[in-house]
């Protein structure tokens, strides 16, 4: 560098007076030169302004669609028409909850503090003598038959069916001049008595952990939060797993088809308006106890091989059975048929002589001991389909509670009409939740895109929201499930689509080490080299007009 | 024209000397095709391999999404006998594309328009070589022997590239647009010599004929000239692959979008393994940019000396290419020695010599270190590239500081010698 080093280059040399130092002063520019460096300037700038922006506006705005963020925030804080109509009506069927009304009962869902949309478990019931529209809607119908000889009315579930016999003694047919005859006071005090659990149970999701109903006991309470830890999640499909492990070669193969069309199919069918179901089966021959997990011990007294209550978490050898954790889109069920060696058999729980158990929140376990002749030293090739009766029994009981099934009342399609409904009101929850920490995310974060599916998914879930409520209101509960399912779905996807929450992480200040590590070593020369040149130029300009 | 003997002896010697190495080493292609510095995923010989295999049984030879070069190349190679049986005549139609490189460039030196052109003569004339020794330095350079050795299909966008300019000092303005639209149609960047290759063919039109044509008319005819060019070889790829949207996004969408960030000798791929996705578009059109932008700045200010222009890009190219591979350095050093008068003016040779050679000789060690021995990482080896542009960079900008020199020193003879100073 010289003493003229601070000089502008694109100053003529002639302005500049000559330096003090030897040094001779370079010879001037010649104006071609300096049209030379105008060109050269303007060619990079054309670059930049006429392609490198345009590509910069493209490559880097970002598309955010228009989300109804007040009311997806509305739907989350319980505050929609639709749902404040429904906690209107469900209070005021609670109000008359003293009076017998033939066609509602209603729910003591008091105090939901919580402020969540309030789903009512509003059970529609049909006296016997109404004509029903919907019979698929119909909670429970109740017969009420007089029967000669009692002295107090008595009820009767059907358990295979949604129907309650009610028995009376003829001297109490309610007299219209009474209030509030015995027969109406029993008939209410039974409808909730069955829908008790199922009560507790939607009290229970909606206030989420908060104990202390006030209408359901600690004891109903606790149960019920123990059948939620050991439930699955909800999910729209459920793969169910079926294995046989064996330590040795026999059995080798099981009549695994028809079992499951005889034993396991009819319960499928029964679920397929909450979850959908995918099967799988597998045999697995030396399959051995992992190293950890202790033997079983022979109990002279039981005459069988024993094994610890404590020990049977370790009792799947997860190291080295083939159980797939997860295949496909939902979660998996995995069901294991055990059958012992001949020498270890038979085997069963040493505490409770039990030989099946419930992994909560994986599957369920079965030991099967077939009967062995005398001396026989190996197990039958071949399972009939007969002697997996008592297993897939047990299997069908896990999957039941596996999926959250409420163990009272008795009456199957009475306990699936509950989960129905549970499990409505818990996905129009999550699904309200989740719009609501969508909305906040989009909120609190204007840098992320917004891509037009998650918009199109946002509008689809509070559709298929509102139309939840109405349904849950009117009584259409499965009708209410399908349309919570969906809304849950699309909540779920446009929450977690893939190119807004890659940008969930990257505030703003990361710009700056993004562009300038780059663009800034780049840009510096080509800015005071335009500085340069704008300056020449005006100062050109100016001894022109001198 | 007269067979010159040097000639003979030289093209004769450098395809022995091919034949040699093969010979007594015959494991030495594959080992060289193997090679991350001599074979990107655009011009490796393996994935040609894949390709081919592919075409030669009716399928798409873009399923897999393993071969991105140009679909005429297929006939091509389908021609050569199999590889595995026989790889000698296919070793023998690269050294012949070598020497027809050479001998291309022996043309260009020949022609005298590194020294002399229209609108500039070299201050120091008399140091120069002659053709023959320019082919003797593209021939022996170790670099070209290891591309012609791998097999590297690069070979022919340099062949497109050299008959360009060779076709363009000739006067065959029109063949230099064809032999630069194949090699644009093979690579896509040479696309961007375009400019610099009209005015090499516009200066030796006004040389050669009195009559001068219209500037922007002339480079308007050329332009469409390439343009139909690369869209008669597009035409003869869809009749040969049948999907045309396919091929185009097999093969120039690879180039403009660089999805495959193999390691290789160049900048591209360590930057956009660490780039964040939102940002990818935006550097990748930041990196085109890049190259695109020093074709309008080097012309305007190199305005009278074209053909250095295009020397100097392909050394831009062979420093930011996406997929640079030895290959467009050894055809940036095949157009250097014809800057012989250059040598004395520049500055930092020995640095930037032994930049080069330092990377070259450590960057197959560090590579081993990172891959195959584990116990370097990828910094290694992205390090040793760094030295390997940097190398490459001081050379590029030394040259441009000498021909910047060479035409100040025409326009101030009286200044001829004197030290040189920033300002």
């Known amino acids: 560098m010289t003493a003229k080093s601070g000089d502008p280059v694109s100053l003529p040399a002639e302005a500049s007076t000559p330096s003090k130092s030897t040094q001779r002063v370079p010879a001037p520019e010649s104006p071609q030169a300096i049209q030379t460096r105008f060109r050269v300037i303007a060619a990079f700038w054309a670059v930049i302004i006429f392609l490198g922006f345009p590509i910069w506006w493209q490559t880097t705005s970002i598309y955010r669609a228009h989300l109804p963020i007040q009311e997806m925030v509305d739907w989350a804080d319980g505050k929609l028409p639709e749902s404040q109509h429904l906690l209107r009506t469900t209070q005021h069927t609670l109000d008359d909850l003293n009076e017998f009304a033939a066609h509602h009962l209603r729910l003591k869902l008091t105090n939901d503090t919580n402020g969540s949309p309030p789903r009512t478990g509003n059970d529609g019931v049909d006296t016997s003598d109404s004509t029903p529209e919907h019979a698929a809607d119909i909670a429970l119908t109740v017969h009420v038959r007089p029967e000669e000889g009692l002295v107090a009315p008595r009820s009767e579930l059907q358990p295979h069916t949604t129907q309650l016999d009610i028995f009376y003694p003829p001297s109490q047919i309610p007299s219209p001049s009474t209030s509030n005859p015995p027969l109406s006071i029993f008939i209410a005090q039974e409808l909730q008595r069955l829908y008790g659990e199922e009560k507790a149970t939607i009290a229970h999701i909606l206030s989420g952990e908060i104990a202390g109903l006030d209408s359901a006991s600690p004891e109903l309470t606790e149960s019920i939060s123990r059948r939620l830890r050991r439930s699955m999640k909800y999910a729209e499909t459920y793969h169910l797993s079926f294995s046989l492990f064996t330590p040795g070669s026999a059995p080798s193969s099981w009549d695994i088809e028809a079992a499951i069309q005889e034993y396991l199919a009819p319960l499928l069918d029964a679920f397929a308006p909450i979850s959908n179901f995918t099967i799988d089966t597998q045999v697995q021959l030396y399959a051995t106890f992992s190293p950890m997990n202790p033997d079983p011990i022979y109990d002279e007294a039981e005459a069988a091989w024993t094994l610890k209550k404590e020990d049977l978490s370790a009792f799947i050898n997860a190291a080295e059975w083939p159980l797939n954790p997860s295949i496909g889109s939902g979660p998996t069920l995995n069901f294991i048929l055990y059958v012992p060696d001949p020498s270890q058999s038979p085997m069963i729980v040493k505490e409770n002589r039990a030989s099946s158990w419930i992994v909560p929140q994986w599957g369920g376990v079965f030991l099967l001991n077939p009967p062995l002749a005398k001396g026989q030293t190996s197990n039958p090739a071949y399972l009939e389909q007969d002697s997996l009766q008592s297993a897939f029994k047990t299997f069908s009981h896990q999957l039941l509670t596996l999926l959250g099934t409420p163990s009272t009342p008795s009456s199957l399609p009475l306990r699936l009409q509950t989960l129905i409904r549970v499990r409505a009101a818990s996905l129009l929850l999550s699904a309200s939740s989740t719009m609501g920490s969508l909305a906040r995310l989009t909120e609190s974060l204007p840098s992320i895109p917004i891509p037009a599916n998650v918009a199109s998914s946002v509008s689809t879930t509070l559709s298929h929201l509102s139309a939840t409520c109405s349904h849950l209101r009117e009584g259409r509960f499965n009708a209410a499930l399908a349309t919570a399912r969906v809304a849950e779905n699309e909540a779920e996807r446009s929450f977690f689509e893939k190119t807004m929450v890659g940008q969930v992480y990257f505030p703003d200040e990361h710009k700056v080490a993004v562009y300038l590590p780059l663009l800034g070593p780049i840009g510096v020369p080509l800015v005071v080299g335009l500085i340069k040149e704008v300056k020449r130029l005006v100062a050109a300009w100016k001894a022109r007009r001198v | ?423």
């Open chain 2, 1 to 423: 024209m007269a067979v010159d003997r040097r000639m003979v002896g030289v093209f004769g010697v450098a395809f022995v000397l091919r034949l040699l190495l093969i010979c007594l080493f015959p494991s030495l292609p594959d080992l060289l095709t193997g090679r991350v510095e001599v074979s990107t995923p655009v011009n490796s010989f393996k994935r040609l391999q894949e390709g081919l295999y592919l075409y030669t049984r009716n399928v798409s030879p873009y399923d897999g999404g393993v071969f991105h070069q140009a679909p005429l190349l297929l006939p091509l190679f389908s021609l050569l006998p199999d590889i595995h049986s026989n790889p000698i005549p296919t070793a023998i139609f690269y050294f012949l594309v070598d020497l027809v490189n050479a001998y291309a460039l022996v043309q260009i030196s020949e022609s005298g328009q590194s020294i002399q052109s229209r609108l500039h003569s070299a201050v120091r004339k008399h140091i120069q070589w002659d053709g023959v020794s320019v082919a003797a330095w593209f021939l022996f350079n170790p670099f070209t022997i290891a591309t012609c050795l791998a097999r590297s299909t690069s070979v022919f966008t340099t062949s497109g590239i050299l008959f360009a300019v060779s076709n363009a000092v000739s006067g065959n303005s029109v063949n230099a647009m064809l032999a630069l639209g194949f090699a644009s149609y093979l690579s896509l960047y040479p696309a961007l010599l375009f400019i610099p290759l009209v005015l090499v063919c516009y200066d030796q039109r006004l040389q050669s004929s009195k009559k001068s044509p219209k500037a922007v008319g002339y480079v308007l005819q050329h332009a469409a000239i390439l343009a139909a060019s690369v869209v008669g070889l597009l035409a003869l790829s869809y009749l040969i692959t049948g999907n045309f949207w396919e091929f185009m996004s097999a093969t120039y969408g690879f180039h403009l979008l660089v999805p495959d960030l193999t390691p290789n000798v160049g900048l591209w791929w360590y930057f956009f393994i660490e780039m964040f996705d939102s940002f990818r578009e935006f550097f990748i059109g930041v990196f085109w940019l890049h190259l695109a932008s020093y074709v309008g700045g080097l012309t305007a200010r190199l305005r009278r000396q074209p053909l250095f222009v295009i020397a100097s890009l392909l050394g831009v190219f062979a420093i930011f290419k996406p997929y640079p591979s030895i290959s467009d350095a050894s055809l940036y050093f095949a157009m250097l020695p014809l800057y012989r008068h250059l040598f004395p003016l520049m500055r930092y040779t020995f640095f930037a010599i032994s930049a080069i050679l330092y990377s070259s000789l450590l960057g197959p060690a560090f590579y081993h270190l990172w891959i195959y021995a584990g116990s370097g990482n990828a910094n290694f080896f992205y390090a040793i590239t760094l030295v390997w542009s940097l190398g490459l960079s001081i050379l590029l900008a030394d040259s441009i500081f000498s021909a910047l020199r060479d035409e100040w020193e025409q326009d101030h003879p009286e200044e001829q010698g004197t030290e040189v100073k920033q300002v």
